[in-house]
């Protein structure tokens, strides 16, 4: 009896622990979720911070497999150049190149180029899944 009321305690402190963390994670996530996409026409940091990443990510790429090498301003607009280099970007990732940084490529950018390079407040101007 005593083993059964101790697992049960035990499995009581484990719920209200994964709750803690779920609710937690959940605040974090909902932060994120919530972003539009960054698309043509757009400005302001989101801009930015892809025109960072797709830097970053051109610059890694140009070693081989044909990859230009990008002259992106990363001036905050999201013009003509920068939308050739997210399709760019999107077709060599295999996802749909529509152009529009939404929560998939949003969140390669940020997983594979920004956070990478310590540009940890695009967290917060880039749309992710989470």
Same mark, same amino acid.
């Given at each position: 009896?005593?083993?059964?009321?101790?697992?049960?305690?035990?499995?009581?402190?484990?719920? %209200? *622990?994964? +709750?803690?963390?779920?609710? @937690?994670?959940?605040?974090?996530?909902?932060?994120? $979720? =919530?972003?539009?996409?960054?698309?043509?026409?757009?400005?302001? %940091? *989101?801009? +930015?911070?892809?025109?960072? @990443?797709?830097?970053?990510?051109?610059?890694?790429? $140009? =070693?081989?497999?044909?990859?230009?090498?990008?002259?992106?301003?990363?001036?905050?607009?999201?013009?003509?150049?920068?939308?050739?280099?997210?399709?760019?970007?999107?077709?060599?990732?295999?996802?749909?190149?529509?152009?529009?940084?939404?929560?998939?490529?949003?969140?390669?950018?940020?997983?594979?180029?920004?956070?990478?390079?310590?540009?940890?407040?695009?967290?917060?101007?880039?749309?992710?899944?989470?």
């Amino acid at each position: 009896m005593k083993l059964s009321i101790k697992s049960a305690f035990r499995g009581a402190i484990v719920a %209200a *622990g994964a +709750t803690v963390l779920i609710g @937690a994670g959940a605040t974090t996530a909902s932060a994120q $979720t =919530g972003l539009d996409n960054i698309q043509y026409g757009d400005s302001g %940091a *989101g801009v +930015t911070c892809v025109q960072k @990443a797709l830097t970053l990510w051109s610059n890694d790429k $140009t =070693g081989g497999g044909g990859w230009p090498r990008p002259s992106v301003a990363v001036d905050g607009a999201f013009g003509a150049e920068t939308l050739k280099y997210v399709k760019l970007f999107q077709e060599a990732k295999g996802i749909d190149a529509d152009g529009v940084v939404g929560k998939t490529t949003g969140e390669l950018l940020y997983l594979e180029y920004l956070r990478p390079a310590g540009e940890n407040y695009c967290y917060s101007s880039v749309p992710t899944p989470w």
